[in-house]
């Protein structure tokens, strides 16, 4: 990327004399240490075996372990669940993401405009947030359930022919999937959006405001481009908590009907745990992990590129 | 940022937040709703009276303390370092630990299932806090290290000018003015390990060591389909966190939005 330059010029900085770093900073390599070793330490030797356990075919308890090279890797190319669990992750990311950077601006504009009660709406729209969907799981198992809640209100509004059994519908199962993820982390989104809105200077907005822009046009023409850096941000985090995605499907439909809300978190979990089949269940994880790294690369570098 | 200049938009404006908000809180009506049905309040006291129940919420609340405890000291030691101390080659580290900010937790399955059951820590604490600490320390280093990098360096020059060692600037310069990213720290945390799910399913097996994130399985087998005494349970097993982010609100938002606008 760089030439040699860099280099020189950093040894004449050192070298020239009122620069204000004359006296040399202590080091500080065992102040860094612990964090390190520990997290960074912990964390690729957790990689690092993955990688390897991926090119064996192996139950994770036995002590037979068969190399067997790139074969787990060829099979998940066959392998039609794998695809699915790909194209429900895809599916997932544009709806949570869409939806939830509509509803995120939104709100944080709302909250900026002088309404009543407001710390009370933000306590409401955070608090699934911080509620594990473990906790929250039940009740939508109960909402969605043929004696649920939605079942309930569309008869109580005499629209009981659109009665379904919400859960055992591939698409509405699916569906609900996302439902439930952008309920939980609508708040992060929010709470992201709402700081960035607060560094737009209210001067703009003012003098936009004079020039005869209404409410729609300032949130199009100032507020969007204002929060880009935000919605760059909340691109990756979306794209990597999609595949990352594990508590809800695995809570609320355990990837079913018949893989229909797979997901690549779900499938790991499945062959590794249900099926014992920990070397294949390795092989997705070192896909999934580069996924992940991937993804964030391209929307980082795609989003600096917009920029200019 | 819109217009509320007039009652009659202030009004609409009010009504469209009050609509959107609606869905978030259905949810959340109807969980306290069906924790009531039936017997009403008998379901908490059905629930309460279980032996086991009280030992869900100490693990949990160990958990909570063994993974704060470490992500602090991690954190605190290494934004110091990384911001205000000369390390050869940082950034490859800064960088190596960012990376980890992808991982997804399901990706160590394996690898910490074969170690944990070969050095016996299996159906353990430990095998969960280990872990769910090491996956939080990217970062809560990244929050730290922003922080950290607005206190200008002359404050520590100036402590060492007037002969205080590395040690003893951190400890009285660095940590007094960390208070409120260090708030932000333990509450971020607090919230994700009590809420961690996929590790205490799987490294956890008898209930005494289970945490709360496990309760609502527990009580699906133990009353089969009765579902109000299981809402009951999520109910309680929601109520901390909850009570903990309303009383904490202003460290909670600052942390988060400190992290993701840098």
Known sequence: MTTTVPETLATTRTGSPGRRR????????????????????????CIGYTGYISTLDWDGAAPIQQQVGAENFVRMVQDPVFWGALRNTAIFFVVTFSVQVALGIVFASLLHSRLWFKTFYKVLIFIPVVLATATAAPVFRQIYAPDGALNELLGAVGLAGLQQT??????????????????????????????????????????????????????????????????????????????????????????????????????????????????????????????????????????????? | MFETRRLR????????????????????????????????????????????????????????????????VCTLTAAFGFSKLHVPGKEIFFWMLLACLTLPGVVLLAPLFATITRIGAYNTLWAVILPVAALQVPFTVLLARNFVDGIPDALMESARVDGANVVRTFWHILL????????????????????????????????????????????????????????????????????????????FERGLAAGALK
Not at chain 1, 22 to 45: E, K, M, T
Not at chain 1, 183 to 202: K, M, N
Not at chain 2, 26 to 33: G, T
């Open chain 2, 9 to 72: 938009s202030r009004i609409g404006l009010q009504l469209l937040l009050s609509v959107l908000v609606l869905p978030f809180v259905f949810p959340l009506i109807a969980m306290v709703r069906g924790s009531l049905a039936g017997a009403g309040w008998g379901n908490y006291a059905t629930v309460l009276s279980l032996p086991l129940l009280p030992g869900f919420f100490v693990n949990s609340a160990l958990l909570s303390a063994a993974v704060i405890a470490i992500v602090l």
């Open chain 1, 166 to 308: 919400w859960l055992a519908n591939g698409a509405f199962a699916l569906a609900i999937v996302i439902t439930v993820q952008i309920w939980h982390s609508t708040g992060v989104v929010f709470v992201l959006y709402y700081a960035a809105i607060g560094q737009i200077e209210p001067e703009v907005v003012e003098a936009a405001r004079i020039d005869g822009a209404g409410d729609l046009r300032i949130l199009v023409s100032i507020v969007w481009p204002g929060v880009r850096g935000t919605t760059i941000a909340i691109a990756i985090l979306s794209a990597i908590g999609s595949l990352k995605t594990f508590d809800v499907p695995f809570l609320i439909t355990s990837g079913g009907p018949s893989y229909a809300t797979e997901f690549l978190g779900t499938m790991i979990y499945r062959v590794s745990v249900a099926f014992s089949d920990v070397g294949y269940g390795a092989a997705l994880s070192v896909v999934l992990l580069l996924l992940a790294l991937v993804a964030a690369i391209i929307i980082n570098v795609g989003g600096r590129r917009g920029e200019r």
């Open chain 2, 176 to 251: 007094p003015l960390t208070r409120p990213i260090m708030a932000a720290v333990v509450v971020l945390v607090f919230i994700n390990s009590w809420n961690e799910f996929l590790l205490p399913l799987l490294f956890l097996q008898t209930p005494d060591q289970q945490t709360v994130t496990l309760v609502p399985q527990f009580f699906v087998g133990m009353y089969n389909n009765d579902q109000t005494k299981v809402l009951a349970a999520a109910v309680l097993t929601g109520l901390p966190v909850v009570i903990a982010y309303v009383c904490l609100q202003r460290y």
């Open chain 1, 22 to 45: 004359g006296v040399r900073r202590p080091a500080g390599l065992p102040w860094i240490l612990p964090a390190l070793l520990f997290s960074a330490g912990l964390l690729y030797y």
